[in-house]
């Protein structure tokens, strides 16, 4: 049987290649660049070959070093989704959840919280993050994603959103119910989401369906996160075009009003995803039927 090189010679070995600089692997590893060089080194007699040319300004990989790359790292991110996978047997009772963050706290956390309320024997883990999670060699179970993602994945419909015109009663304060025009002089909160920009309806596309087809959006704060918009919008700081689901609890308790009939809806719904491994995690469907349920 083929003997295989030292695991620690391959992480080695793929760090020096990423960085091209014994003294930054070693640094990064938090051993000494002489390590560094010894376990190279045992790495190129194991395999019979050069990997890197070395230089007073550091290394850089031969052609086989380039190619046993690509075989180095499969096996370490084969490696990890393995370990990954052991990790989901041993957490059979926890279901790890990922979304972004604004969903999380402004309209996830309220149904975690009321399903641990009435099941205190099941955790749920959610971690909040604007990466896609990638359930190879990620612990979590099921993600909120804004639109598809992987096809090899399941998608459960959740909801398509929409935008409404609110405001804090303290901004709007003195102006006539329904005077739009009186309204638009105020600041506007804008939202940047980067890539997914061309799915959110923004202040032009608003102004345009309401019949302002020559006016531009007025200056105002801008976020990237919805949660940070909608704070602002409750300290007065100007009007938003505010996700009906992340603004129910504001309009609910009055810290902001709606100004206008006229929505916008975005263009693309929101998704529960998971793989198939999911499905036969104890209790894991039923979870899931619970969070597409709108019964909170």
Not at 63 to 83: D, P, W
Not at 112 to 123: N, S, T
Request: glycine letters at 6%; one cysteine or more.
């Amino acid at each position: 049987m083929l003997k295989l090189p030292n695991l620690n010679s391959l992480i080695t070995f793929i760090n020096a290649a990423h960085t091209g600089n014994f003294a930054k692997t070693a640094k990064a590893l938090c051993i000494t660049p002489a390590a560094v060089s010894q376990q190279i080194k045992q790495l190129e007699s194991h395999l019979d070959t050069t990997l890197f040319e070395r230089s007073k300004l550091g290394v850089e990989l031969t052609q086989a070093g380039q190619q046993y790359l690509y075989f180095a790292n499969q096996a370490i991110e084969s490696l990890q989704r393995g370990q990954a996978s052991l990790d989901q047997l041993k957490q059979q009772r926890i279901f790890t959840l990922h979304t972004l963050p604004s969903v999380a706290s402004l309209w996830l956390m309220p149904k975690v919280l009321h399903i641990m309320e009435q099941h205190p024997d099941l955790e749920i883990r959610v971690e909040a993050s604007h990466t896609s999670v990638d359930f190879n060699l990620s612990r979590c179970d099921a993600s909120i994603s804004f639109g598809k993602q992987d096809k090899s994945l399941n998608h459960d419909f959740l909801f398509q959103d929409e935008v409404h015109l609110v405001a804090s009663p303290s901004l709007v304060n003195g102006i006539a119910q329904g005077d739009l025009d009186a309204l638009l002089e105020k600041p506007m909160i804008h939202i940047d989401w980067g890539d997914e920009n061309p799915y959110l309806p923004n202040w032009q596309d608003w102004l345009t369906a309401a019949g302002y087809h020559n006016r531009k959006s007025n200056k105002g704060p801008q976020f990237n996160l919805s949660s940070m918009a909608i704070d602002a919008a409750i300290q007065g700081k100007g009007l938003l075009l505010g996700q009906g689901l992340f603004i129910q609890n504001a309009l609910e308790t009055g810290q902001l009003v709606t100004l206008s009939p006229i929505t916008l809806p975005l263009r693309k719904a929101y998704y529960l995803i998971y793989p198939d491994r999911t499905k036969n995690k104890d209790g894991a469907m039923r979870l899931i039927e619970r969070l597409k349920s709108d019964k909170f």
